[in-house]
T-cell receptor, first 108, second 118 residues
Framework: DAKTTQPNSMESNEEEPVHLPCNHS???????IHWYRQLPSQGPEYVIH???SNVNNRMASLAIAEDRKSSTLILHRATLRDAAVYYC?????????FGTGTSLTVIP | GAVVSQHPSWVICKSGTSVKIECRSL??????MFWYRQFPKQSLMLMAT?????????EQGVEKDKFLINHASLTLSTLTVTSAHPEDSSFYIC??????????????FGPGTRLTVT
């Protein structure tokens, strides 16, 4: 499974966009890139996933580099409820292997 | 969206006893469920893959005889921590995958069970 590198922590002001980067340089060609987030004392919550093309949903956008070695999760307007640990997970088989993630702090 | 529940949400047990944690998929059938463990300030660690009607597949370093997994139906998987010790105190999280999805499927996670062994 591909290893990931994410910043340990990031801060954002409320209602501003947030770009959360993830490096996955050893990703295989068929690995999907998943993003999940976890609030304290809760199970992870699905955010978005993609393979090659950029993806949008109601929660976020996912920008995938052309060489697929990195991706960026974009929260268009951060709210206090977006404060969480964000995990980037390249997935090839059934299993999800979580890295250390990025702890996002949203400043009011 | 699909819902996964866990029971109990928290449990305290004495050292040497066993404790069972249930994971249920409420609105879909799950042929495959997964169990994770998370220590404070750390990431989730995959413990095992639970397949309905067959033996679980454990990740390297996870003791099969200590963490018993049973997936007897398409909506229920159980994790039993046998002879629990204080070092087993952790946040246990399950997830489930609806069957029949194409590649790139997402998993649905339960809310977690906080186990404290005294």
């Amino acid at each position: 499974d591909a290893k990931t590198t994410q910043p340990n922590s990031m801060e954002s002001n409320e209602e501003e966009p947030v770009h959360l980067p993830c490096n996955h340089s050893t990703i295989s060609g068929t690995d999907y890139i998943h993003w999940y987030r976890q609030l304290p004392s809760q199970g992870p919550e699905y955010v978005i996933h993609g393979l090659t093309s950029n993806v949008n949903n109601r929660m976020a956008s996912l920008a995938i580099a052309e060489d697929r070695k990195s991706s960026t999760l974009i929260l268009h307007r951060a709210t206090l409820r977006d404060a969480a640990v964000y995990y980037c997970i390249p997935r090839g088989g059934n299993q999800f292997y979580f890295g250390t993630g990025t702890s996002l702090t949203v400043i009011p | 969206g699909a819902v996964v529940s866990q029971h109990p949400s928290w449990v305290i047990c004495k050292s040497g006893t066993s404790v069972k944690i249930e994971c249920r998929s409420l609105d879909f059938q799950a042929t495959t469920m997964f169990w994770y463990r998370q220590f404070p300030k750390q990431s989730l660690m995959l413990m095992a893959t639970s397949n309905e009607g067959s033996k679980a597949t454990y990740e390297q370093g996870v003791e099969k005889d200590k963490f018993l997994i049973n997936h007897a139906s398409l909506t229920l998987s159980t994790l039993t921590v046998t002879s629990a010790h204080p070092e087993d105190s952790s946040f246990y999280i399950c997830s489930a995958r609806p069957p029949g999805l194409a590649e790139g499927y997402e998993q649905y996670f339960g809310p977690g069970t906080r186990l404290t062994v005294t």
